[in-house]
């Protein structure tokens, strides 16, 4: 196995990272940033709205993207296996 295969294997491991984590972080931001103006426009200032809500909102992404996540998950583990235990012509 080589330095550049390597190199691959983990900027294809950094960019899944980034593209499983995504959607719940924009779902958090977009959600906290609604509550926070709809508790600035009502003047309802208790911080416990805030948390649970984006609490909620975000467990619920998780579970509506978590068969997507674990198969893009499971290709790149696969591909990255193959990549690691690949054998060698002449090899056993």
Known sequence: MTAAAILDITRQALLLV???????????????????IAQAVTQVQDSSIGTSVRMIVVMVTVIVLAG???????????????????????MS
């Not at 997507?68 to 002449?90: C, K, M, N, T, Y």
């Open 18 to 36: 980034l593209m499983l984590s995504l959607p719940v972080v924009l779902v958090a931001t977009g959600t906290a940033l609604f509550v926070a």
């Open 68 to 90: 997507w996540a674990g198969r893009e998950l499971l290709i790149f583990a696969r591909q990255a296996l193959e990549r690691v235990f690949v054998v060698l012509p002449g």
